[in-house]
T-cell receptor
Framework: KNEVEQSPQNLTAQEGEFITINCSYS?????LHWLQQHPGGGIVSLFM???GKKKHGRLIATINIQEKHSSLHITASHPRDSAVYIC?????????FGKGTHLIIQP | NAGVTQTPKFQVLKTGQSMTLQCAQD?????MSWYRQDPGMGLRLIHY???????DQGEVPNGYNVSRSTTEDFPLRLLSAAPSQTSVYFC?????????????FGDGTRLSIL
């Protein structure tokens, strides 16, 4: 079973700061998924990637398959970015989730 | 296009009661799945289906039943609710399995068992 570790577990930052959330996994995968969960609970897909880098607005996701590591970056962070960010990996036994990173952006 | 619709959004049950959590998608997705989310833990797979008439167990299937009679619907049944089943339940779907496409999630059902 794939083990998915996220760091940090909790992160509080000031508006405008550059944010990095890390995800490591133990077994080779076919793709990695970054998800966002706002207070109130709904889960939204941010990125699905299997190599390289993807960018959407102020969000950037990178993955290094050889090192089994992915990062999610948020540039010019804003209080509306406050949410739980979840990393999930697609492997032979389906989708395995990390425990999430709880991000708070203070004005 | 509604995506993935879960009902109800909230439910309180007594121990031993039964109920069905409904999940429907209108995207003609073959793959559907149910997860539970508990504090301090990642989402965990309960059951999944790769197409109508086909279901299989996930990581934590005990106490839950599923069926998939149509492509659109994938209900989750609790036959005799237990306090350990207090959780937030998410249904998700994607086009097919095993392709690594993004999953679409419902808004969740918050279930409390007293």
């Amino acid at each position: 079973k794939n083990e998915v570790e996220q760091s940090p577990q909790n992160l509080t930052a000031q508006e405008g700061e550059f944010i990095t959330i890390n995800c490591s996994y133990s077994v080779g995968i076919s793709a990695l998924h970054w998800l966002q969960q706002h207070p109130g609970g709904g889960i939204v897909s941010l990125f699905m990637l299997s190599s390289g880098k993807k960018k959407h607005g102020r969000l950037i996701a990178t993955i290094n398959i050889q090192e089994k590591h992915s990062s999610l970056h948020i540039t010019a962070s804003h209080p509306r970015d406050s949410a739980v960010y979840i990393c999930a990996v697609w492997g032979a036994d389906g989708l395995t989730f990390g425990k999430g990173t709880h991000l708070i952006i203070q004005p | 296009n509604a995506g993935v619709t879960q009902t109800p959004k909230f439910q309180v049950l007594k121990t031993g009661q039964s109920m069905t959590l409904q999940c429907a998608q209108d995207m003609n997705h073959e793959y559907m799945s149910w997860y539970r989310q508990d504090p301090g833990m990642g989402l965990r797979l309960i059951h999944y289906s790769v197409g109508a008439g086909i279901t299989d167990q996930g990581e934590v299937p005990n106490g839950y039943n599923v069926s998939r009679s149509t492509t659109e619907d994938f209900p989750l049944r609790l036959l005799s609710a237990a306090p350990s089943q207090t959780s937030v339940y998410f249904c998700a779907s994607k086009m097919s399995w095993p392709s690594s496409q993004a999953q679409h999630f419902g808004d969740g059902t918050r279930l409390s068992i007293l």
